[in-house]
């Protein structure tokens, strides 16, 4: 019991260590972060329906 409670108190101490970024920075990091996923996933759904289409037509 006495690892566990120890674990906390050394969890806590580093917790207070984090530098936490602002409202803005999260927010803007997360836009680049939702833009940089719609691009793949764009990327991704062109390159799947390339693949598809050659497939139809080397086995159709």
Do not use: N
Request: with cysteine.
């Amino acid at each position: 019991m006495s690892k566990m409670v120890t674990y906390w108190q050394d969890a806590r101490k580093e917790l207070k260590k984090v530098h936490w970024p602002d409202k803005p920075k999260v927010v803007e990091t997360s836009i680049v972060v939702g833009a940089c996923t719609a691009v793949f996933a764009l990327y991704l759904w062109g390159v799947d329906q390339i693949i598809t289409r050659l497939l139809d037509v080397l086995f159709y």
